[in-house]
């Protein structure tokens, strides 16, 4: 079966500080990923997709960046975090149509 | 594009009474339709999804709903609350012609409270 795995679980970073933020997926191969962030009190926004190695698409401009060096690996990264990156992420693979989510990464930036 | 409202942000019900939370949705093209359960600090947990096949669906948990195109909406029922059903709900719309990428868009969600 499928298990897909985000680390670390809770991270508190400062205001200006890189970030790396890893999820890979277990059980399945050339999986499409999703990079989703759920800020407090609002709905889940999707800031990228992967449909393979290498190929990003961003939906959100702003300062997260993310790659795919691996087919089952999807990272999400910033060089320098700003007060609003704060919030909950949460990273998904595709199995036909419907999405599965991973635990998420708690991200509080002080 | 595609868009999902969830009406009410809030749903307050007693054990062992109907859960009723409610989605309608705005799509083009011939819908997916899903619904997402998440409780505090985890992931969100599939529960159940309409891909064009039957209009009622269930799925996990005794919870099911119905797929109606004339009104286009996704409501989401349960006949008897539990207390582990207190959780956010989440709908969501993905395009059926959406291929590779098929994104989701999701509802800003609705939390259940259950009352003893």
């Known amino acids: 079966s499928q298990t897909i795995h985000q680390w670390p679980a809770t991270l508190v970073q400062p205001v200006g500080s890189p970030l790396s933020l890893e999820c890979t997926v277990e059980g399945t191969s050339n999986p499409n990923l999703y990079w989703y962030r759920q800020a407090a009190g609002r709905g889940l926004q999707l800031l990228f997709y992967?449909?393979?190695?290498?190929?990003i698409s961003s939906e959100v401009p702003q300062n997260l960046s993310a790659s795919r060096p691996q087919d089952r690996q999807f990272i999400l990264s910033s060089k320098k975090l700003l007060l609003s990156d704060s919030g909950f992420y949460l990273c998904a693979w595709k199995n036909r149509v419907e999405q599965y989510f991973g635990p998420g990464t708690r991200l509080t930036v002080t | 594009a595609q868009s999902v409202t969830q009406l009410g942000s809030h749903v307050s019900v007693s054990e062992g009474a109907l859960v009723l939370l409610r989605c309608n949705y705005s799509?083009?093209?011939?819908?997916?339709l899903f619904w997402y359960v998440q409780y505090p600090n985890q992931g969100l947990q599939l529960l159940l999804k309409?891909?064009?096949?039957?209009?009622l669906v269930k799925g996990i948990n005794g919870f099911e709903a119905e797929f109606k195109k004339s009104e286009t909406s996704f409501h989401l029922t349960k006949p008897s609350a539990h207390m582990s059903d207190a959780a956010e709900y989440f709908c969501a719309v993905s395009d059926f012609y959406g291929g590779a990428t098929n994104k989701l868009i999701f509802g800003t969600g609705t939390l259940l409270a259950v009352q003893p």
């Open positions: 799509s083009s093209v011939p819908p997916y």
């Open positions: 992967s449909v393979g190695i290498g190929q």
């Open positions: 309409y891909t064009s096949a039957a209009t």
